[in-house]
């Protein structure tokens, strides 16, 4: 997809380019390390890096993160009781100290279930960032570098996509779909989530690509692919990068919105959703069934929120 | 202005079309007959179905049935579902109730929005500055049907303050659902406004401004927070769209009878018809928001002029 598209513009230098592939590879290779090592290019990221060490909000939500995600990777850790072990006899039964948090109707262990829910969230909010902004990178780039008739085409599109209002074209798609697991809901929210990123990506190449470096890159005969790869991404992914710590929280909290909703996951998926969901017909003889889900869930959306506020305060230079 | 106007419009051809296609298509890829479904256990005359058929337009092409269906909207013609009720009657009846729902939340969150952001960016980097920060990320962390459950049982059951949910309180039935839904865009425009108003007190201009002896009043208000609110009126120009569309968790909690209920209800029971009919004049509601931003731009900027 890339080669042929990458090979068209420079059609009518393409014996110096096929000559000078060798030496292209090399020059461009010396123009990297310069970027790293000198004044401009990498050092933004270390610049980055040494701010954000010293945050405590950057620290705050790197904490909250790493927690939630060990509870993500190793529930065992936090809890010995089995969380789809229930005794009915245990229904609704209000937090003890042996059940912080109590039991639900089916009267399983709550405290097990908030824990183990914490893995479905998790893997629908990275799964669904990284594929929507791959998507986006690599349409953005086409859309900003190439210009023209493919970025109208792309314009078109992600306008076409902004029209519809994202929940309500997560519900129509999803159900439409009879099963639906994490497949489908993670599906269906990256069809939903890329153009914006998209957008902020392909203007942020558009950008890049007048720079200075990338004509010299161009000059000493590098390909397109790799000026956008090696040259322009580098510099233009830090608006990207920050919306999507951003983006691992909204998608998070739009996965549970769906679950609630009755249209994303599906029992006996453990999530957040939908134990606020079936927490919501007795909000008042058991709140402790709303409390629990809801604070895990509005913590862990807080703490990527939080990361991409920390990383935007370092990555934008203009708020230094 | 005119000819940018019309170009404008004339561009909207396309996002209308693309978008109610894709809705229309979606919707109707619906597997299984719904001329059959309407029979239930003993199957109806082939003559009787073929009339049903032809009637609704099912025998056609898929794109030869949307065509017909937008010369339809058109015309105002939404359509009926298939217990012969107006589509267009289904929304005249719930508009209204998401539309006060969703000018209350646009109100609130512009209203409180703006003030909050304005005192954290006159504030930069101080106390309230951080207070709001931190405080408008945490609201905008706490999921929305979170939010609303938490409200209801705390403003509405413990200290029994406001109507918990239905219409049957009037207009302050709409309070807690108004407040509910404007609070996350409420968070961003005061975070957008701060970030706005402390870059822009930093420009030359604004130092011109006060050099040649003008009071803070009017170097702030005049000056800066005009400037500012280019970013504000187009996030809020987008969001009424978006209040529109992002009512159906709100009406769901409060158990309003407004449009995105409606349309929650009609996906679920299948009907393609309302929710076709909903989708398409939300997506015209967003449309023209946005071209309302486009011409408010300029009365703001004057260093846009449109060609």
Known sequence: MFCTQCSTPGSGMSDFRDAGVQLSDDASDLAEIDETQGVGGASLWSDAWKELRSSPVFLVSLGIIILISVMAIAPGLFTNADPRACDLSNSLGRPSA?????????????????????????????????????????MGSLAGYYAGATDSVIARLTDIWFAIPTILGAIVILSLLGTRGFFQVSFVLVILGWPTMLRL????VLSVKEQDYIEAARALGASDF????KHILPNAIAPVLIYAAITVGVIISAEAALSFLGVGLQLPAISWGLMISGAQTRILSAPHLLLFPGLFLSVTVFGFILMGDSL?????PKSR | ???????????????FIGATFLIFALVFMIPGDPIRALSGDKPLPQSVQDTLRAQYNL?????????????????????????????????????????????????????????????????????IDNLIRISTLVVISIPIFVFGFMAQLLIGVRFDLLPVSGLRDGQASYIMPAIV???????????????????NMRADYVRTATAKGLTRR????????????????????????????????????????????????ATLRQEGTVVVGIVTFLVLVFMISNLLVDVLYAVLDPRIRYE
Not at chain 2, 1 to 15: D, N
Not at chain 2, 64 to 69: E, H, I, N, V
Not at chain 2, 248 to 255: K, L, Q, Y
């Open chain 1, 98 to 138: 042996e059940h912080w948090f109590g039991f639900d109707l089916q009267g399983c262990d709550y405290y097990a279930r908030t824990i183990y829910g914490a893995r479905i969230s998790v893997s629908i909010g990275l799964t669904v960032t990284i594929f929507a902004g791959l998507l986006a990178v690599v």
């Open chain 1, 201 to 204: 990506y392909r203007s942020s």
């Open chain 1, 226 to 229: 790799r000026i956008l790869s």
């Open chain 1, 312 to 316: 935007r305060d370092a990555l934008d």
């Open chain 2, 1 to 15: 202005m005119g000819r940018y106007l019309t170009r404008r419009v004339l561009q909207f051809i396309p996002v």
């Open chain 2, 59 to 127: 025998d056609k092409p898929l794109w030869q049935q949307y065509a017909l269906y937008v010369g339809g909207v058109v015309q105002g013609d939404f359509g009926e579902d298939f217990r012969g009720r107006d589509v267009r009657e289904i929304m005249t009846e719930r508009i209204p109730v998401t539309a006060r729902l969703a000018i209350y939340a646009f109100l609130f969150e512009m209203v409180i929005g703006i003030i909050a952001g304005i005192m954290a960016g006159l504030n930069f980097g101080g106390f």
């Open chain 2, 181 to 199: 839904l404007g609070s996350v865009s409420l968070a961003y425009i005061a975070r957008l406004t701060r970030t706005s108003l402390a870059e």
């Open chain 2, 218 to 265: 009017r170097v702030v208000g005049v000056h800066a927070l005009r400037n500012s609110m280019i970013p504000v009126i187009t996030f809020l120009g987008v969001d009424l769209g978006a209040l529109m569309g992002g009512a159906i968790i709100t009406e769901a909690i409060f158990n309003l009878p407004g449009i995105g209920n409606a349309v929650y209800q």
